[in-house]
């Protein structure tokens, strides 16, 4: 193990040192769903699907203020204004997806990769404050903006204090996707769900 990794893993045992109990239960609830049920067919299902996942996602992150960052960085996702803030090689694991199912989905729900490293590393800082004084573990990090391609826009109930302001010459646009994305993995079955109860552990619709 290199010193990055042995320093990235203390810091990742740090931030769920910190968690109270609830966070830790919802945490691995929420990994158990997204790992056991079953994703569905066809492209706007899968969609749809992927959608709901970054919504939950977004629940757990957003369900207060003092550890919200923490929270971020171990389901390896943040939001803040109309970024998602995302660490690949962490969110494949929680969300029990493949990194191409990941990067297809965000791009077939109309995100677009910022490219300006200026602007691209102080969304991470305002979304993630420790980022910045982890340089290797914020390389690990990327950042996609809603473009006026997409479909709608994921948006924390936190306000953020500033964030940059992004022109089409800081996004890369890449080749539309013609295809669907697809996990190759198995899981149980599938249901649409926003709402957890944390008192039962169990989802539900609405």
Not at 34 to 50: C, L, M, N, Q, S
Not at 104 to 119: E, P
Not at 151 to 157: E, H, I, N, V, Y
Request: glycine share 4%.
């Amino acid at each position: 193990m290199s010193g990055d990794e042995a320093n990235c893993n203390t810091s990742m045992t740090d931030s769920w040192s910190t968690l109270p109990l609830s966070d830790q239960n919802f945490f691995f609830q929420l990994r158990h769903h997204f790992h056991h049920y079953k994703k569905p067919t066809g492209r706007d299902k899968r969609i749809e699907a992927f959608r709901t996942e970054i919504l939950l996602c977004l629940h757990f992150i957003d369900k207060d203020m003092i550890n919200r960052a923490n929270r971020s960085r171990l389901i390896g996702m943040s939001i803040i204004g109309p970024f998602i803030i995302i660490n690949t090689r962490i969110l494949r694991m929680f969300l029990g997806r493949s990194k191409s199912s990941i990067n297809g989905g965000l791009q077939q729900l109309g995100y677009v990769a910022v490219r300006n490293k200026v602007k691209a590393k102080q969304c991470m800082i305002q979304a993630i404050p420790t980022l910045e004084s982890e340089l290797s573990f914020m390389k690990q990090w990327s950042v996609r903006a809603s473009s006026k391609n997409s479909l709608f826009c994921f948006l924390s109930k936190f306000p953020c204090k500033s964030i940059p302001e992004i022109n089409d010459n800081d996004l890369l646009f890449e080749k539309a996707i013609t295809s669907d994305y697809d996990d190759n993995q198995s899981f149980s079955d599938f249901n649409i769900c926003l709402e957890f109860n944390e008192e039962s552990g169990t989802f539900f619709n609405f």
